[in-house]
């Protein structure tokens, strides 16, 4: 029985390899230990700050309702108090945009929350 070698696989594997790590400086681009190494990292990287940017956009929205409430005269805390109270389901992100881009309907959404509390 002939002896094999995978070749074709193993080229692959390390084709793909190469290819994740286009663009990065030097070796790290260039020789197959390297890469691997920084692709492996990146990739770690990756998977960790998908989760990371769930949460830093979560507090971006908050700072955005936050810095709108007391416009109109009225902290966070006590309008999502309010909000819970008056029985208005909208999430922190359609807040932050309504705070955002249409202040009027957002003022109109705060005194609800006044009148709740």
Do not use: H
Not at 55 to 84: K, Q
């Amino acid at each position: 029985m002939p002896r094999v070698r995978c070749s074709p696989a193993s080229r692959a594997r390390r084709k793909k390899i190469m290819k994740a790590a286009k663009g990065y400086v030097g070796g790290r681009s260039r020789t197959l230990k390297q890469a691997k190494e920084t692709v492996e990292r990146a990739l770690c990287y990756a998977y960790r700050d998908r989760k990371v940017r769930k949460r830093e956009f979560r507090s971006l929205w908050i700072s955005r309702i936050n810095a709108a409430c007391r416009l109109n005269g009225l902290t966070y805390n006590r309008f999502i108090e309010g909000l819970r109270k008056s029985g208005l389901d909208l999430d922190r992100k359609i807040l932050a945009e309504l705070a955002v881009s249409d202040p009027g309907v957002f003022t109109g959404i705060v005194r609800k929350a006044e009148q709740a509390l």
